[in-house]
């Protein structure tokens, strides 16, 4: 009942229907592993609300290349399984890269532009991604960048989270049509994102942000693959080379958090 919650919407908008996982399965005809991500770490899936011209007066959006005729809340809440750890850094969770694939498979199954917030324990994380209609085939959507949140401590929210919370309530979000709701929505996404990063507010443009956060993301994958290098190494030497570079990085991420600023 997190989200709940944190977003309050008028009552025309609510569905709260619940997504059974065997139908998507059967839509879909994802692979093994992609269906044992799902039984193994999703407890339930909800379609919570629908933002349309009906619920909240947005006219559709329809061009070339994207037919926004409403938007979705959905849910993902997941099960114990779904396992935390504490990093120096920060709250994460082990299984992260297997949400991402389990969100990525839903949002190309359900043909309207999403905000999707996970939920585990007391914490959320959201996720969004505009979408475009395949060239190729018309009955697929095709993704553009998948842009996520880290992981939310709905108890001890900080002052980035809270205006987050805010920007995202439905009277404070553009109307002019589902393309500008949305578009919204992944713009407050992209600048929390941002600000959380430097711990201050960010003016750039949402793409300026999202272009920086992602050289950001990939350095910071390499030092992870580097340190499980560093624990399977017995060549002390080796691991002296692989620290230096784990600065290097360091040092370009600093560099990239002070473009931020």
Known sequence: MLIEE???VPNVAIINSILPKQDIFEATGMTKSDKDY?????????????????????????????SYLEAELISIKLKKEFQEYNHNTGNYHRFDARLDRIVDILLRF???????????????????????ESKSDYDKITLDE???????DVNNLDGFDKELIEKLQIDNLDKTN????????VTAIIQYNGSKEVGQEVTLSSDE?????DDIKMLERKITEIRVAIRREDNFNKKMDYN??????????KTLQEELK
């Open 209 to 213: 942000i999202q272009k920086i956060m």
């Open 146 to 152: 998948l842009i996520y949140t880290d992981w939310i």
């Open 244 to 253: 230096i570079h784990i600065k290097e990085l360091q040092m370009e991420i």
């Open 38 to 66: 799902f039984v193994r770490y999703v407890k339930q899936i909800r379609w919570l609300y629908k933002f349309d011209d009906a619920s909240v007066r947005i006219k559709p959006f329809v061009n070339d290349e994207k």
């Open 110 to 132: 359900i043909p309207y532009p999403i905000l999707l917030c996970a939920e585990f324990n007391d914490e959320i994380k959201f996720y969004v991604s505009h979408i475009s």
């Open 178 to 185: 589902v393309f500008t709701f949305y578009d919204d929505i």
């Open 6 to 8: 944190l977003i309050k």
